[in-house]
């Protein structure tokens, strides 16, 4: 289906465009700090407010409950919290975003993220790093990915960055061919604010990864550098202009399994997450503080000296770093550090658990009782003029968001992003049958919901598969589809979904984490023969860490559907459709791990989704 891009964006172009909280989320704090000068008191406190991975969720969700409705999420929400923020602490708030703004609702892709500038506007953010999926709208209008010269690759992210009043910054983005900053990217990737009298350097990175995790033809022309020599560098540029302190946003993260102590990395994956990896080359007091995403995970730790923040994602969370700085000496003062990440975005919350996460409330859905949530003891409120912001985008989509499709999902399809999923088996099985295709493959990081039980609507099915993705067909011989699939499943990337085959991995991510596999049914692949594989042309792009073995492969043997002009959603949609499909899920098994007991490191454990 193609977007109508231009009539959404019109909407928007001309537009001008925290204490203990009592939210249901870990507070961090370091321990008391002891009895201190007098002049300690009179410390100027920076309140730096952080949200990551948003892809476009700037409407507010919604789950009915026997006892009443919680609602949750969303930027006229959050935009409540901020001002409680601000008035909490005035002229010291920093508000920030760690990237992936973008990609993942269709009432921001159809406005190709003019929506979600827009509503980042009226917040009045400082700073947000670029993501990697900034890159996926790829040309203005409605092809996303650049297969002509005549398209710029850019078109859409260099319409967002004169669209913001905030700048969208990387340091580490520099044209692969002259190894020059683009100069479509309006500055060096740094911004200097003051508050409090304090001069704050910013400065934004994106995950070297990119070329990976967006469309690879769209980014074909960038380097992106290694982290932590640019933030090394960054900062460096940023104390020479005077900077008292200096902040990152890098969409580059890690994940922690307990928040509760900012000092014990125990939980953390320290030997695997890029951003502990770019804290550990950075020599203490580099930074004073970072916001992180792009892995959708918690972090809430001091790592070499500095505060690191990442909430969980699809603007439902944010976090807080709290800093005493002292007024001589303008440093941070030891000791009276505060890191509170994964604060829920509630409108309304349980009365008891205080949590509006659904998953949470699911348990005890007799019990909830919703009541208007609190946060520092002001009761929060949607924020009218954002909510006015989003409305001609929000009446915009409705209609197509809300169309029936004529079919209904009897019980809810989950996925399940590091192993067998019944909503990645549904969705290869059904990629498979209408390619007509020996194997097909379904990257896990594709799949952005899971498929809810009720009537199918267009919007559910876009929530579940937001990308602009091409159904491709590659016709391969059993070898090289051994080694195709060596690859994907080598990579932390998630697993794979496949149908057709019968795959057994070991269960820690190592490159030859592939331990065999057959037809469906035990039988043999013929080295020699060829086989129908049917994917994402995201994947057949490249995609994934896929690149390697696709540039080994003779192009003729890849169709990307270039010239067909639907898309995979599109696609499954009306296959279907026209078998009337009844939405069962698929007899597990087809994934298999060959040595449970084995105990994983960090290192070879999957990174949470792109």
């Not at 953010?125 to 040309?139: K, L, R, S, T, V």
């Not at 003051?194 to 990175?205: A, Q, T, V």
């Not at 000496?329 to 509170?340: C, E």
């Not at 043997?557 to 995979?568: C, H, I, R, S």
Request: a negative charge.
């Amino acid at each position: 289906m193609t977007r109508p891009v231009l009539l959404l964006c019109a909407l928007f172009f001309g537009c001008q465009t925290p204490r203990e909280p009592e939210h249901a989320a870990v507070a961090i704090t370091a321990p008391p700090a002891p009895a201190t000068p007098a002049k300690s008191t009179q410390a100027r406190r920076i309140t730096i407010v952080g949200t990551n991975d948003v892809h476009g969720w700037v409407s507010g969700m919604k789950e009915r409950f026997p006892r009443g409705e919680i609602r949750y999420g969303g930027v006229a929400t959050f935009a409540s919290y901020v001002q409680v923020l601000r008035q909490d602490n005035p002229d010291g708030v920093v508000l920030v975003d760690a990237g992936d703004l973008f990609q993942g609702t269709l009432m921001s892709n159809l406005t190709e993220g003019s929506v979600v500038i827009e509503a980042f506007n009226q917040l009045n953010y400082d700073a947000a790093a670029i993501g990697n999926h900034e890159f996926d709208y790829g040309p203005v209008g409605p092809i996303s990915a650049a297969t002509q010269a005549t398209m710029d690759p850019f078109g859409a992210l260099k319409a967002r960055i004169a669209q913001s009043k905030f700048p969208l910054l990387s340091t580490n983005i520099y044209e692969a061919a002259t190894g020059f900053r683009p100069t479509w990217l309006p500055s060096d990737g740094t911004v200097m604010i003051e508050r409090h009298g304090l001069k704050i350097g910013i400065f934004g990175l994106t995950t070297p990864q990119t070329p990976t995790v967006t469309l690879p033809i769209n980014v074909a022309s960038l380097k992106f550098r290694p982290l932590n020599s640019e933030a090394l560098a960054a900062a460096t540029r940023l104390r020479g202009k005077g900077a008292d302190l200096v902040i990152a946003v890098v969409h580059a993260g890690g994940k922690c399994g307990d928040c509760s102590k900012m000092d014990d990395l125990t939980s953390c994956d320290v030997d695997a997450g890029e951003i502990f990896e770019m804290m550990k080359g950075l020599p203490e007091g580099t930074l004073d503080a970072v916001i992180a995403g792009h892995t959708h995970a918690q972090v809430g730790h001091v790592v070499n000296g500095t505060p690191v923040m990442e909430s969980w994602a699809l603007g439902r969370y944010f976090g807080v770093i709290e800093l005493a700085v002292d007024p001589e000496t303008k440093k941070v003062i030891p000791g009276r550090t505060q890191i509170n990440s994964g604060i829920e975005i509630c409108e309304t919350w349980d009365i008891e658990t205080k949590s509006c996460d659904p998953k949470k409330l699911r348990a005890r859905a007799d019990q909830v009782t919703p009541v208007n949530a609190k946060f520092r003891g002001q009761v929060i409120r949607v924020d009218q003029t954002v909510l006015q912001a989003l409305q001609p985008a929000e009446q915009a989509v409705a209609e197509l968001q809300d169309k029936p499709l004529g079919l209904t999902v009897p019980h809810a399809l989950g996925r399940v992003y590091e192993g067998e999923s019944e909503l990645g088996s549904f969705l290869a099985d059904s990629l498979r049958a209408m390619t007509h295709a020996d194997v097909a493959l379904m990257n896990p990081g594709g799949l952005r919901a899971d498929l809810k039980e009720g009537p199918l609507t267009y919007g559910t099915v876009y929530e579940v598969i937001p990308f602009d993705n091409a159904v491709a067909t590659l016709e391969l011989t059993g070898e090289q589809l051994e080694r195709l699939l060596t690859s994907a499943f080598g990579s932390k990337k998630g697993v794979f979904q496949v149908s057709g085959i019968e795959v057994k991995l070991a269960k820690c991510v190592v490159p030859d984490r592939l331990r065999g596999f057959t037809l469906t049914g035990g039988k043999k692949l013929d080295p020699a023969r060829k086989y129908k594989v049917a994917m994402p042309d995201f994947l057949a792009r490249g995609g994934d860490g896929l690149a390697p073995v696709l540039a080994t492969i003779d192009p003729s043997q890849v169709d990307l559907a270039e010239n067909k002009g639907t898309n995979l959603r599109d696609d499954f949609i009306a296959w279907w459709q026209a078998k009337k499909e009844t939405f069962k899920a698929p007899k597990a098994g087809r994934l298999s791990f060959v040595d449970p007991g084995e105990t994983c490191t960090a290192s070879t454990r999957t990174d949470a989704m792109p």
